[in-house]
């Protein structure tokens, strides 16, 4: 009897067709045909050049239409080195061709794991799996962490422990000009974090032989605060937009840039976290490496009280971050927004 499985990237090279557990409701399937092309509604792309220089306020402006209108926005000249860029998505690609022994050190399937490879979503408590494998990773601060990455491939914690730097400090430099945006004191969102947490996770989203059946992630919102999103040349993101799937194509050493549902709270709604989902390929794989920027477990977190008004009345309670988390992962990728538990009643 040969032994099942866990990790899609090992199932793919025995199967055919989509497993029954990957197929999903007819009602609930990407309808392909129906997504926008990126060209047609694409979501804004922002220059950072002279964001510290004489574009300061044009570029505050630009963040904040993009935070209000869209929740999602792409950067360019954003401080990380395109080698670095290139480094991370290659050794992303390196680590998922690893033998299936070798990945397998890293397996577990318990979400509090600071440092695992898994499936899917939540293999735990899910009734349909996603098309993805992913490699999670604690990456602030980096010296508590970096001891429990893999080993291998050889260069995998210097090269991405550099990355996770650099992605830290534009996430800095977008938390200051978002603050600004909302009228509120640059450190506003960096103090509202307490300690403060970085995440990333490395998704690799297998070629498919039945790509309409399936998802490599449904849609959902980012229950964290801010997610800098890092893909390779392969298309997968798609954006809902109007009640319309709006497909993000990559642009070469771009981030994308997505609002996550502590910002949206921090703001009042003013900031929009919105849904999105990742699609699959029939005869590609795609990598797409998300850092997920997040307040500390203990952080209590609330519409920041410059936002507050008479006639804006705060929409959520206060709570802590380490509450909100425990029910975003339980309920799954919910198509509900988590959020509408912590609305003021």
């Known amino acids: 009897m040969t032994t099942a499985k866990l990790l899609l990237t090992d199932l793919i090279s025995v199967v055919d067709h989509v497993p029954s557990n990957y197929i999903r409701p007819i009602s609930d399937r990407p309808n392909l045909a129906d997504v926008q092309a990126s060209s047609e509604g694409s979501i804004p792309l922002i220059d950072l050049q002279g964001l510290n220089g004489p574009n300061h306020s044009d570029i505050i402006q630009q963040i904040a239409q993009a935070c ?3 929740g999602f926005f792409q950067v360019k000249n954003h401080g990380v080195p395109a080698e670095m860029i290139d480094g991370m998505l290659n050794i992303a690609r390196e680590f998922f061709r690893l033998p299936e022994s070798e990945r397998m050190k890293m397996y577990s399937d318990d979400p509090s794991k600071t440092t695992r490879l898994s499936t ?7 009734k349909t799996a996603n098309w ?23 260069s ?21 000009a978002i603050s600004e945006s909302l009228g509120l004191q640059k450190d506003y969102i960096v103090k509202a974090l307490g300690k403060q947490a970085q995440h990333m996770a490395l998704n690799y989203y297998p070629p498919c032989p039945e790509p309409e059946l399936t998802y490599g992630l449904p849609g959902h919102t980012d ?34 840039v997505n609002i996550g549902d502590q910002m949206q709270v921090i703001s009042n709604d003013r900031y929009k976290s ?21 307040p500390s477990p ?28 425990s029910k975003f992962w339980d309920r799954g990728l919910a198509k509900e927004c988590c959020l509408d538990l912590f609305k003021q009643i």
Not at 298 to 325: C, M, W
């Open 68 to 70: 209000q209108n869209d």
């Open 223 to 256: 229950g964290n605060l801010i997610t800098i999103l890092l893909q390779d040349d392969v298309p997968g993101l798609q954006v809902l937009r109007k009640d319309k799937w709006v497909a993000v194509n990559p642009i070469p050493n771009t981030f994308i």
């Open 156 to 176: 995998f914690r210097e090269e991405v422990g550099e990355y996770c730097t650099s992605v830290r400090g534009l996430v800095l430099k977008l938390l200051e």
């Open 298 to 325: 203990d952080a209590l977190i609330g519409p920041a009280k410059e936002l507050v008004s008479h006639d804006q009345p705060a929409v959520y309670r206060n709570f802590t971050y380490a509450e909100f988390y």
């Open 120 to 126: 899917s979503f939540n293999v735990k408590t899910e």
């Open 274 to 294: 919105v849904l999105h989902r990742a699609v699959v390929n029939y005869n590609k794989e795609r990598i797409s490496v998300p850092t997920f920027y997040c």
């Open 132 to 154: 993805r494998d992913f490699l999670r990773l604690h990456c602030y601060p980096l010296e508590d962490y970096v001891h429990e990455w893999p080993s291998n491939p050889p």
